[in-house]
Nanobody
Framework: QVQLVESGGGVVQAGGSLRLSCAAS??????????WGWFRQAPGKEREQVAQ????????SYADSVKGRFTVSRDIAKNTMYLQMNSLKPEDTAVYYC????????WGQGTQVTVSS
């Protein structure tokens, strides 16, 4: 089993920045060939993926809505993934979840990000 714990959420004004962290523990060696990702879910909306990174190699991809503003990265030694969020907008308000290996994979508990206008 793999456990994921997110941190770094909070309240920020539009145009501000936050950095989310996702620390993994447990059988993390089993995830090194997988994609790690960040999803978000706003009230009344479906959960959507905003960014992902291939743990081995570091290949990244982003949703169009965050491209150029968000950056996903990882620290292999710490088994931790990050999401640097810049130029935040009110529409970025959501609960952000980290994930390994897609919908049927591992999930964190989520961290709230609120962007005020």
């Amino acid at each position: 089993q793999v456990q994921l714990v997110e941190s770094g959420g909070g309240v920020v004004q539009a145009g501000g920045s936050l950095r989310l962290s996702c620390a993994a523990s447990g059988r993390t060696f089993s995830t090194y060939s997988m994609y790690w990702g960040w999803f978000r879910q706003a009230p009344g909306k479906e959960r959507e993926q905003v960014a992902q990174i291939r743990w081995s190699g570091g290949t990244t991809s982003y949703a169009d809505s965050v491209k150029g503003r968000f950056t996903v990265s990882r620290d292999i030694a710490k088994n931790t993934m990050y999401l640097q969020m810049n130029s935040l907008k009110p529409e970025d308000t959501a609960v952000y979840y980290c994930n390994i290996n897609g919908v049927s994979g591992y999930w964190g508990q989520g961290t709230q990000v609120t962007v005020s206008s």
